[in-house]
T-cell receptor
Framework: EPEVTQTPSHQVTQMGQEVILHCVPI?????FYWYRQILGQKVEFLVS????????KSEIFDDQFSVERPDGSNFTLKIRSTKLEDSAMYFC??????????????FGPGTRLTVT | DQQVKQNSPSLSVQEGRISILNCDYT??????FLWYKKYPAEGPTFLIS?????DKNEDGRFTVFLNKSAKHLSLHIVPSQPGDSAVYFC???????????FGAGTTVTVRA
């Protein structure tokens, strides 16, 4: 069964460093998302991406964040200068633009980002 | 973001009995609702969904009920099994790019 994959599973970085989180969405999906979950808090939407551009972003997704789909399979989230409060689980998700077939998003296993 | 609320942080149920998880929402633009199950150190796994044009959707042991007038949905798991022990998230989305707004989750423990 197709699945969303994410690498690395755990990333430790120092404050101020740049990190790139990698995701491979399900191959025929057209919508891509990043969410994060800070320990003990809700899963929060960060950004959605469709047709090679950002379709929506949250207040969290400021100028320090960027997303890219560099080729036909990868979808990356970059944090330019990490802060302590960026420590969280980051989940990638994808959705098939299938209209009446549903709007389910399928999530990857997550990357645990620890900023020290 | 308090648009989706799960007011019960935990639920303990005996194996074989029914688990009922509740969720309330405030945004009247939401038209699609989903339940996800999450184990520790894993991503959320899609369970079942319902469109706002329906009031019930069933898939095996899982049934979701939607009461639009009350802005309330529930997930019934019958019968509950030990493998159902996990955190269950309610999520909702609105037309557009269908980003998900999540509730805080309910931790279900199924006792043998």
């Amino acid at each position: 069964e197709p699945e969303v994959t994410q690498t690395p599973s755990h990333q430790v970085t120092q404050m101020g460093q740049e990190v790139i989180l990698h995701c491979v969405p399900i191959s025929n999906h057209l919508y891509f998302y990043w969410y994060r979950q800070i320990l003990g808090q809700k899963v929060e939407f960060l950004v959605s991406f469709y047709n090679n551009e950002i379709s929506e972003k949250s207040e969290i997704f400021d100028d320090q964040f960027s997303v890219e789909r560099p080729d036909g399979s990868n979808f990356t989230l970059k944090i330019r200068s990490t802060k302590l409060e960026d420590s969280a689980m980051y989940f990638c998700a994808s959705r098939l633009d299938a209209g009446a077939l549903g709007y389910e998003q399928y999530f990857g296993p997550g990357t645990r980002l620890t900023v020290t | 973001d308090q648009q989706v609320k799960q007011n019960s942080p935990s639920l303990s149920v005996q194996e074989g009995r029914i688990s009922i998880l509740n969720c309330d929402y405030t945004n009247s633009m939401f038209d699609y609702f989903l339940w996800y199950k999450k184990y520790p150190a894993e991503g959320p796994t899609f369970l079942i969904s319902i469109s706002s044009i329906k009031d019930k959707n069933e898939d095996g042991r899982f049934t979701v009920f939607l009461n639009k007038s009350a802005k309330h949905l529930s997930l019934h798991i019958v019968p509950s099994q030990p493998g159902d022990s996990a955190v269950y998230f309610c999520a909702a989305s609105a037309p557009g790019d269908y980003k998900l707004s999540f509730g805080a989750g309910t931790t279900v423990t199924v006792r043998a």
